[in-house]
């Protein structure tokens, strides 16, 4: 199965918006207790969520998990550092490339593929606001072009 595909729970749309996604990368997440049942009810948040690189590990910070409605005293902490599962070159491909200037690891997707929680991470370049205006510009146009094209049709 291909990077990305699979039931999607959650995905980060403003990553796209702020950031130029240069590579991908799928990664497993390390869940504790009850949090793959709240994960599956689609409670999570990806909004401001980061990945860091720290001894050769890649942790996700700020992914909101809200607590599983009946997992009593054993829920999580909602806003922990969660480990994502890499394979070792992998890992040591993205800690020279996150080295240079302005690119960051952002975390695209949250989906379930054959029963697992994965994470699709983006190497990404941070875009500066004339960027992000051209960007607007070309989508408004995209949808007139479309828009205009449909209405041709109805005739």
Do not use: W
């Amino acid at each position: 199965m291909p990077k990305g595909i699979g039931k999607v729970l959650a995905q980060n749309k403003k990553a796209y918006h702020d950031f130029f996604i240069e590579e991908t990368y799928e990664a497993g997440i390390v869940l504790q207790g009850t949090e793959i049942k709240a994960i599956r009810a689609g409670r999570i948040n990806l909004k401001d969520s980061y990945c860091r690189i720290q001894n050769n590990e890649i942790f996700l910070y700020s992914m909101h998990v809200s607590p599983y409605e009946q997992g009593n005293r054993y829920n999580h902490d909602p806003l922990r550092t969660r480990k994502l599962l890499l394979h070792g070159r992998e890992i040591a491909k993205l800690l020279g490339e996150t080295k240079q200037a302005g690119y960051a690891l952002i975390p695209l997707k949250l989906y379930l593929k054959n029963g697992f929680a994965k994470v699709l991470i983006g190497l990404a370049k941070g875009k500066k606001n004339y960027d992000k205006r051209e960007d607007l510009k070309q989508k408004e146009a995209k949808r007139d072009i479309e828009r205009a094209f449909r209405d041709r049709q109805k005739m």
